[in-house]
């Protein structure tokens, strides 16, 4: 009750600052720097972020780049490491001149020596459901190695394959009663190692064509060739949906009684089919015929391109589809690592951020702590957990028959759900308990650093939404501090660095424990917090 009285008064101080359409960032910081929302370029291309534009940043743009860059890749860069902090953070200087951008680029080309490794530190540390909660553990596993995954290849392969898995390309679909949760490993499995092997774009789609799981989704010859068609293809002539049922007429899936297998008789079509621009004879025929058609790459790269652009006009994201087009790419690892690292991706882009790209990014910041079931309570049943999981936002992974929607769910219910989650269980969660494994939540190591005054709130604004707290929110939320009483000699601990921590022995907060709960139940509030921006 205490902290929501102080918001009242916080938002009523600073509301000035704050306003504006939900989509917009805070207006200018005290440094002077706009980082505000902007348009994106118009008619922009795909070219690279050259290595010079990178340099011409400020500071303080570079850290949001690079953040920008972690974040959609589910990862994040701490403020203690990217910034020097006995400078300060009045201007604030780099700790080193690496090129962030390059860094990673290197990063995501190079395996793992010991991934094993890491695979057994994800089975140690975590609880998932077993095979008596029907196999959910299929979708908790794969972001508990996300979260735990250095940058690396290896990773980025299970990232595209988690982004294609939700996408209505690949999507699992488990919301089906005939598509089981272990058709979800078979699809991420077969994604990642056919992305690994440098399979082509058009072989990955092919395979996935003829496997049961895409057949559990789309269950009947008719259902399944018009869909194939006007998903890879975006064809929709539905004079070519019969002759495509009769090339697959002996593929059909099994009833519930025989657990829905797909299944192949021998009674294969042997009269020709003049459909997809060519003749079809058989049903591979027919996935050979979508999987190597024209269209399909000008329609996977606009299904990419509307989620990573999604805040682009349809004529901007048309031009960008052109220009990939141009590129040529081949694998998915082309198409990928050249949307992502594009100027008009990183510099341009703004779109409401997944939970991922919020709360992962957000929680490397801040050196935050997954408890052993945080995988497990987020991706369960409304039955099974007290907690939000992503289906209570509507984002739940893998799921849906047509997709994870390209645009986050901002609706009140969704994102009261979305707002919930990262204030309750990432920035006002702080780990009291450091030798239990249940016992979630930032811990003492984010703010024990040599900073106070308005550099510390300034270090905290970085740490979450990449900004330097702006003059107004400086003035009012240390009147705030001042009203609290902050200021006064620590009580109980200190940090290394010699700033007041823990609570004090009459149970109230000291000032930097205290102060970054305050700041951070603030941030929790603005709209910015929860989406990528445009980095003028």
């Given at each position: 009750m205490r902290l929501f009285k102080i918001f009242i008064l916080v938002i009523a101080v600073v509301s000035a600052t704050a306003c504006g359409n939900f989509n917009s960032s805070v207006g200018g910081t005290s440094d002077g720097t706009d980082t505000g929302s902007g348009t994106a370029g118009s008619g922009a291309g795909i070219e690279r972020l050259s290595l010079d534009e990178y340099a011409g940043l400020s500071n303080?743009?570079?850290?949001?780049?690079?953040?920008?860059?972690?974040?959609?890749?589910?990862?994040?860069?701490?403020?203690?490491?990217?910034?020097?902090?006995?400078?300060?953070?009045?201007?604030?200087?780099?700790?080193?001149?690496?090129?962030?951008?390059?860094?990673?680029?290197?990063?995501?080309?190079?395996?793992?020596?010991?991934?094993a490794a890491y695979f057994s530190a994800v089975d140690a540390k975590y609880i998932f459901d077993e095979s008596d909660y029907s196999g959910f553990w299929t979708q908790q596993y794969p972001l508990a190695v996300l979260f735990e995954f250095p940058i690396s290849k290896d990773r980025f392969e299970i990232w595209m394959a988690y982004t294609l898995a939700n996408t209505i390309?690949?999507?699992?679909?488990?919301?089906?009663?005939?598509?089981?949760?272990?058709?979800?490993?078979?699809?991420?499995?077969?994604?990642?190692?056919?992305i690994g092997n440098g399979k082509t774009i058009s072989e990955v789609v092919y395979e996935h064509l003829v496997s049961q799981e895409n057949w559990r989704r789309f269950r009947s010859p008719e259902d399944n060739t018009r869909e194939m068609m006007e998903i890879f293809l975006a064809r929709f002539i539905d004079d070519e949906v019969p002759m495509a049922a009769i090339a697959c007429g002996n593929w059909y899936l099994a009833d519930d009684r025989r657990g829905y297998q797909l299944v192949i008789g021998f009674d294969e079509n042997d009269a020709p089919q003049n459909i997809l621009d060519t003749a079809v004879t058989t049903c591979y025929d027919f996935y050979r015929a979508v999987s190597e058609h024209p269209s399909l790459l000008p329609r996977v790269i606009s299904i990419l391109v509307n989620v990573f652009f999604a805040?682009?006009?349809?004529?901007?994201?048309?031009?960008?589809?052109?220009?990939?087009?141009?590129?040529?790419?081949?694998?998915?690892?082309?198409?990928?690592?050249?949307?992502?690292f594009s100027r008009e991706y990183l510099l341009n882009a703004e779109r409401p951020k997944s939970f991922e790209e919020a709360f992962f990014n957000t929680a490397r910041r801040i050196d935050w702590y997954a408890k052993n079931s945080f995988f497990r309570d987020l991706n369960r049943r409304l039955d099974r957990t007290t907690h939000e999981t992503l289906s209570d936002l509507r984002q739940a992974p893998i799921?849906?028959?047509?997709?994870?929607?390209?645009?986050?769910?901002?609706?009140?219910?969704?994102?009261?759900?979305?707002?919930?989650?990262?204030?309750?269980?990432?920035?006002?969660?702080?780990?009291?308990?450091?030798?239990?494994?249940?016992?979630g939540g930032w811990q003492a190591d984010f703010i024990d650093v040599n900073l106070d005054g308005d550099d510390f709130i300034h270090y905290v604004f970085l740490s979450v939404i990449s900004r330097k707290a702006a003059d107004t929110e400086l003035s009012a939320l240390n009147a705030i501090f001042d009203g609290l009483g902050y200021g006064s000699p620590a009580r109980g601990k200190t940090t290394s660095s010699g700033g007041a921590l823990y609570h004090g022995s009459d149970g109230t907060l000291d000032d930097k424990m205290g102060k970054a709960v305050v700041i951070m139940d603030y941030i929790s509030r603005l709209s910015e917090f929860y989406y990528f921006n445009t980095i003028n």
């Amino acid at each position: 009750m205490r902290l929501f009285k102080i918001f009242i008064l916080v938002i009523a101080v600073v509301s000035a600052t704050a306003c504006g359409n939900f989509n917009s960032s805070v207006g200018g910081t005290s440094d002077g720097t706009d980082t505000g929302s902007g348009t994106a370029g118009s008619g922009a291309g795909i070219e690279r972020l050259s290595l010079d534009e990178y340099a011409g940043l400020s500071n303080v743009q570079k850290y949001q780049t690079a953040n920008k860059i972690s974040a959609t890749l589910y990862k994040g860069v701490a403020v203690k490491d990217f910034f020097n902090l006995d400078n300060g953070l009045t201007d604030p200087t780099l700790a080193n001149e690496e090129n962030f951008i390059a860094a990673t680029m290197t990063a995501l080309s190079g395996y793992l020596a010991n991934s094993a490794a890491y695979f057994s530190a994800v089975d140690a540390k975590y609880i998932f459901d077993e095979s008596d909660y029907s196999g959910f553990w299929t979708q908790q596993y794969p972001l508990a190695v996300l979260f735990e995954f250095p940058i690396s290849k290896d990773r980025f392969e299970i990232w595209m394959a988690y982004t294609l898995a939700n996408t209505i390309l690949f999507s699992p679909a488990v919301e089906r009663e005939s598509v089981d949760y272990i058709d979800i490993q078979h699809v991420l499995y077969r994604l990642v190692k056919l992305i690994g092997n440098g399979k082509t774009i058009s072989e990955v789609v092919y395979e996935h064509l003829v496997s049961q799981e895409n057949w559990r989704r789309f269950r009947s010859p008719e259902d399944n060739t018009r869909e194939m068609m006007e998903i890879f293809l975006a064809r929709f002539i539905d004079d070519e949906v019969p002759m495509a049922a009769i090339a697959c007429g002996n593929w059909y899936l099994a009833d519930d009684r025989r657990g829905y297998q797909l299944v192949i008789g021998f009674d294969e079509n042997d009269a020709p089919q003049n459909i997809l621009d060519t003749a079809v004879t058989t049903c591979y025929d027919f996935y050979r015929a979508v999987s190597e058609h024209p269209s399909l790459l000008p329609r996977v790269i606009s299904i990419l391109v509307n989620v990573f652009f999604a805040g682009h006009s349809d004529d901007e994201k048309a031009g960008l589809v052109n220009a990939i087009i141009d590129t040529a790419p081949v694998t998915f690892n082309d198409l990928f690592t050249t949307i992502i690292f594009s100027r008009e991706y990183l510099l341009n882009a703004e779109r409401p951020k997944s939970f991922e790209e919020a709360f992962f990014n957000t929680a490397r910041r801040i050196d935050w702590y997954a408890k052993n079931s945080f995988f497990r309570d987020l991706n369960r049943r409304l039955d099974r957990t007290t907690h939000e999981t992503l289906s209570d936002l509507r984002q739940a992974p893998i799921t849906y028959k047509l997709r994870r929607q390209t645009d986050v769910p901002l609706d009140s219910l969704s994102f009261a759900f979305y707002h919930k989650a990262v204030r309750e269980r990432l920035l006002i969660d702080r780990k009291t308990d450091d030798f239990n494994e249940a016992d979630g939540g930032w811990q003492a190591d984010f703010i024990d650093v040599n900073l106070d005054g308005d550099d510390f709130i300034h270090y905290v604004f970085l740490s979450v939404i990449s900004r330097k707290a702006a003059d107004t929110e400086l003035s009012a939320l240390n009147a705030i501090f001042d009203g609290l009483g902050y200021g006064s000699p620590a009580r109980g601990k200190t940090t290394s660095s010699g700033g007041a921590l823990y609570h004090g022995s009459d149970g109230t907060l000291d000032d930097k424990m205290g102060k970054a709960v305050v700041i951070m139940d603030y941030i929790s509030r603005l709209s910015e917090f929860y989406y990528f921006n445009t980095i003028n």
